[in-house]
């Protein structure tokens, strides 16, 4: 039984098969349903041209014209259509500077990263595989499509999705494939770093990452990653880490900077995350400094939040090992707080005026900030009348 994300999409390689051209499923749909793991999207490819795809459905967009790629809008979903193609010119270690459109499925096929990615499906569910991909598949095994060194000298982010997907599938690199990987992973240099940061986040989220942290050490692609070549005893040691398969994406990165000398927010922009990201992992590895040397202090739950202090705690639990997790004694303590925001204070700046007859000014938030303290602390109740009271007896509404 295919999968409803395969059957919705039939309906479109049959329209393409009527005008008289071939279409299949190609690249990881086919592999993962193969391997049952959850398919994302299907990419479909045709010996269709662009203009041919673009006559044959009424809604598209060209989304990737100059290599082949339109988009196609159907009830069911959206998929990319990309006619077959070769690359050449490979300059530099990357990304072809010229593709032509072919008719060949095989030439297309041919032109795929690793085996496992070069299979293609019909609308039938017959599987296309010239290079064997199906056997690498049952071993387990992470191959590239012809000569491994040729492949990773065309373009060499190749290797680094070689190791990512040793960490989304759990597979082994093959050793010819390896032993290339090793002698080819400085040309990762010519790579664009958002392309890098793409395919190591996909890297840190899987299954097996630690393996591919290894890897990134036996094959010295690690010095090729921005700001990580002083880094190789912490990656060894992340490696090493028993909770490490555990943490989220975001909570790895955060693990990461937690072994990273230079400003977060530095290191961060050397990958060129978003600004928000950086941002927030900044402040996450503030909080777990403070969190490292002094615990969690009434105070910091409070001003941390408790989703972001969930999120520190599981990385250091992650670091340091420790006999019991607090994680679920911090949410009881979050959750015991009278206020959760300053907001919630039953005392505002107009008040505070009022009673002491003086103008607005920085006075106001001290003081507030002050009121929201001794409630955290449990000293004393969030009711006006005694917040008023208690701070007449600090001598903070004195009158002009
Ligand atoms: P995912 O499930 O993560 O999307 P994927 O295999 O579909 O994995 P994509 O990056 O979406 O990976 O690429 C789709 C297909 O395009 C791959 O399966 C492969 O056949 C081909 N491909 C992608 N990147 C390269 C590359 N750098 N060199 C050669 N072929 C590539
Ligand atoms: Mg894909």
């Not at 093959?174 to 986040?201: D, P």
């Not at 602390?377 to 008023?388: S, Y």
């Amino acid at each position: 039984m295919l999968p409803t994300i395969f059957k919705e999409a039939i309906p479109l390689l049959t329209k393409i098969e009527s005008a008289g051209f071939e279409a299949y499923f190609v690249g990881g749909s086919v592999r993962d349903f193969l391997l049952e793991r959850p398919i994302n999207d299907v990419d479909i490819a045709t010996s269709a041209f662009p203009e041919e795809i673009k006559g044959i459905f009424p809604q598209t967009a060209d989304i990737g014209i100059d290599h082949g790629t339109v988009l196609v809008i159907e009830e069911t979903g959206e998929y990319e259509i990309t006619t077959f193609r070769t690359e050449s010119g490979y300059e530099d270690f990357r990304r072809p500077d010229s593709v032509e459109f072919i008719r060949s499925l095989e030439d297309d096929l041919r032109r795929r990263d690793f085996t496992m990615n070069s299979l293609a499906m019909d609308a039938d569910g017959h599987i296309y595989d010239p290079f064997n991909g199906q056997d690498d598949i049952e071993h387990k095994m992470i191959k590239t499509v012809g000569e491994a060194s040729e492949r990773f000298s065309e373009d060499a982010l190749r290797m680094l999705r070689g190791i990512r997907f040793v960490s989304q599938l759990g597979f082994k690199l093959e050793s010819a494939t390896l032993e290339a990987l090793k002698t080819h992973s400085s040309l990762l240099t010519h790579i664009a770093v958002e392309r890098k940061t793409m395919e190591f986040e996909k890297m840190i989220a899987g299954g097996f990452r630690r393996e591919a942290l290894r890897l990134l050490l036996e094959t010295s692609l690690y010095i090729q990653l921005p700001g990580l070549s002083p880094y190789k005893e912490a990656i060894r040691t992340m490696a090493d880490l028993p909770g490490i398969d555990r943490l989220t994406t975001e909570q790895t990165w955060l693990l990461l900077l937690s072994y990273i000398d230079e400003s977060p927010s530095d290191f961060l922009k050397e990958w060129k995350l978003p600004s928000k990201t950086i941002k927030e992992r900044t402040k996450e590895k503030h909080i777990l400094t403070k969190r490292m040397k002094e615990g969690w202090s009434k105070g910091l739950l409070y001003d941390t939040g408790l989703e972001r202090a969930i999120n520190v705690e599981k990385v250091y639990e992650c670091i340091h090992s420790p006999s019991a997790s607090i994680i679920d004694q911090l949410q009881e303590e979050y959750n015991e707080f009278p206020i959760k925001s300053l907001k919630e204070v039953k005392v505002t700046g107009s008040d505070l005026m009022e009673w002491t007859g003086k103008n607005g000014g920085p006075w106001i938030k001290e003081t507030l900030q002050h009121v929201e303290q001794a409630i955290i602390n449990g000293e004393i109740q969030n009711d006006t009348e005694t917040i008023r009271r208690w701070l007449e007896e600090c001598n903070r509404l004195e009158k002009n």
